[in-house]
């Protein structure tokens, strides 16, 4: 995201354009109820579905969801496959639905690294809702913002190389535009449930500005109206961007 324009005064009681959410929680609630890992990750696709449909209801035009970090790699082979088969379940099941719904689906991060027949199946689904224009939903998959940055970086440099571009040409717009979100609105807002106040190499660049809001609800439990909370409290805040 660019800076703010120094002359940017107050701005509150509007409708966040942009809001992400990193998904926390999942494990704990599935010990709490003595239910295996995976059942909080099911859980936590629906919390997804209900955050989506919410944030749609409010106006806002794009929702970020970190589903998978690049870190993520370490956890148990099992736990892996867990994820990547509801991965698999949930494009095959809200594909159709997103689609109706004028959902264009983008993805930050890799998602080639993941099996084959899961990759092929998120190429056709962002082919698929490329058009619609009603709200994005951008999933971070294999996703780690100091990778993205490192890999803007890069592309910039060989443009450079390449007399394509001069250094004294690069700026904070073109390296917006290099990261994974280029062409998407500014974050506005950054939510974390789950009560831990960390951005865990997620959107470091695009959260410059952004409020951040730490909640101590658990993932599957995220509803409506947790997402209205968090829109409300973002209307109370005033966004000055350094100025007065």
């Known amino acids: 995201m660019s800076a703010a324009p120094a002359t940017a005064g107050p701005e509150t009681g509007t409708v966040p354009r942009h809001v992400a959410i990193i998904m926390d929680g999942n494990g704990?609630?599935?010990?709490?109820?003595?239910?295996?890992?995976?059942?909080?990750?099911?859980?936590?696709?629906?919390?997804?579905?209900?955050?989506?449909?919410?944030?749609?209801?409010?106006?806002?035009e794009c929702l970020t969801l970190y589903a998978f970090s690049s870190e993520n790699w370490r956890r148990p082979k099992a736990e892996i496959a867990d994820l990547t088969g509801l991965l698999r379940f949930y494009v095959q099941r809200e594909l159709d639905s997103l689609h109706r719904e004028g959902v264009r689906l983008k993805v930050l991060g890799d998602h080639n690294a993941f099996e084959s027949d899961v990759a092929r199946m998120v190429d056709n689904a962002i082919a698929k809702t490329a058009g619609n224009s009603r709200m994005t939903l951008a999933i971070a998959l294999n996703y780690g913002s100091r990778n993205e940055l490192v890999g803007a970086a890069r592309r910039l440099a060989e443009q450079v190389a390449a007399g394509e571009l001069g250094a004294d040409e690069i700026d904070e717009a073109r390296i917006d535009a290099a990261l994974d979100t280029g062409g998407l609105p500014p974050l506005d807002l950054l939510i974390r449930t789950s009560g831990e106040q960390r951005l865990s190499n997620f959107l470091l660049w695009q959260a410059a500005y952004a409020e951040l809001l730490f909640v101590d609800t658990l993932w599957p439990d995220f509803d409506e109206q947790t997402m209205a909370s968090a829109l409300a409290e973002y209307t109370r805040r005033e966004r000055r961007y350094g100025g007065l």
């Open 28 to 60: 704990r609630w599935a010990k709490a109820r003595g239910l295996p890992r995976v059942a909080g990750h099911r859980a936590g696709a629906e919390a997804a579905r209900r955050a989506l449909r919410a944030a749609g209801e409010a106006g806002v």
